[in-house]
């Protein structure tokens, strides 16, 4: 083909794929470019599923109610991801505030970042940083801060990692059984499946999980030596069926996605970055400073539970929620992945 001045030039077609749809993530084309296709972007929402390649942050409205962010304050978001709580708190801090924004996974954190400096934010007001939650006292001191006004971590995992298979958080397509949030540190959870034995297997899936047959997916995962996210849901799905052929398909997918969810956890070491976190708040925290956490199981709200009643008790806290903040119907009907969502706050002393 040639173009007007001679030139000969190629047409490159878009990759066919099968079906009417496209079904596999980077097939998406159309939800990886939301402003260049938002009515399939809004039809994939108002069906409650969640674009390819996009994070819907959860229940922004109740954390802005417990960190009431304001003018002129220090805030830090511990769990940066696609940046829709940040962009919430930015709104509100502006003039002189800052936001400090944590994010352990470094092929998030550039994309997450360019998006919100051409939202108008430069480096007197968001200031990123490349790093999990456990070292926030030591990013505060190397930024010459300090305490801070509010803190807030959601402590579940972006969209962007759960949906792409080349991360191993997800079944649903075949990809590598990574699940790192930072895929250049620590081991993949097949190394980690390689190394451990049954017994220490199934105690993990019950201590990260709750999983009622961890001692069958145990043997299973360990005998067959799963490289695969898809081969390891095969696995626990077709071991299952036949050794409990009176489960039904939901049970057995929640079992799936529990054993999945405790992997993840194991291999990001998820449970003791928290508890650094919280050790640290009420060193970080200024007197009247705002923490709300979002956790999206009973391991993490435990943990957060346990320490803010602590803190109540010992007068480190002023104030803490009574209970948990759930997301509202309408949200959890738009945003499957917000009906897990517990939200906790405390105040500092």
Excluded at 302 to 320: E, L, S, W
Aim: positive net charge; contains cysteine; charged residues 25%.
């Amino acid at each position: 083909m040639t173009d007007h001045d001679g030139h000969s030039r190629t047409h490159t077609r878009r990759p066919r794929y099968p079906g009417r749809n496209p079904r596999q993530f980077h097939e998406k084309y159309k939800e990886h470019a939301p402003a260049l296709h938002p009515d399939t972007v809004a039809q994939v929402r108002a069906s409650g599923k969640t674009p390819a390649g996009m994070h819907l942050p959860i229940m922004v409205g109740e954390v802005l109610q417990c960190l009431t962010p304001g003018p002129g304050e220090t805030v830090v978001d511990c769990t940066l991801g696609g940046g829709g709580h940040a962009q919430a708190l930015l709104e509100r801090i502006v003039p002189n505030g800052r936001l400090i924004g944590l994010d352990v996974d470094p092929l998030e954190l550039p994309r997450t970042e360019a998006r919100l400096r051409a939202l108008g934010y430069g480096p007197d007001v968001f200031i990123p940083r490349h790093g999990n939650f456990a070292g926030l006292p030591q990013a505060l001191a190397e930024l010459g801060i300090t305490t801070v006004d509010a803190v807030l971590a959601d402590l579940g995992v972006s969209s962007m990692q759960i949906d792409n298979p080349d991360r191993g958080f997800t079944w649903k397509g075949v990809g590598p059984l990574d699940m790192r949030m930072n895929p250049a540190r620590g081991e993949p959870a097949s190394a980690l499946l390689a190394r451990l034995r049954e017994d220490e297997l199934a105690a993990l899936l019950v201590e990260y999980a709750d999983e009622p047959y961890a001692e069958l997916i145990a043997r299973l995962l360990i005998r067959e030596k799963v490289e695969t996210s898809h081969a390891a849901e095969r696995v626990i799905r077709m071991g299952l069926n036949a050794a409990k052929p009176g489960l039904s398909r939901p049970e057995v997918k929640l079992s799936v996605r529990r054993t999945f969810q405790a992997l993840r956890i194991a291999v990001n070491g998820e449970l003791s970055v928290l508890e650094a976190l919280l050790r640290s708040l009420p060193d970080v925290l200024a007197p009247g400073g705002r923490v709300a956490i979002l956790t999206f199981h009973s391991g993490e709200d435990r943990r957060v539970k346990k320490a803010f009643q602590t803190g109540r008790r010992a007068g480190v806290y002023a104030a803490i929620s009574d209970g948990v903040i759930q997301s509202t119907v309408e949200e959890t009907r738009a945003n499957r992945r917000a009906s897990s969502a517990k939200l906790r706050w405390a105040v500092r002393a």
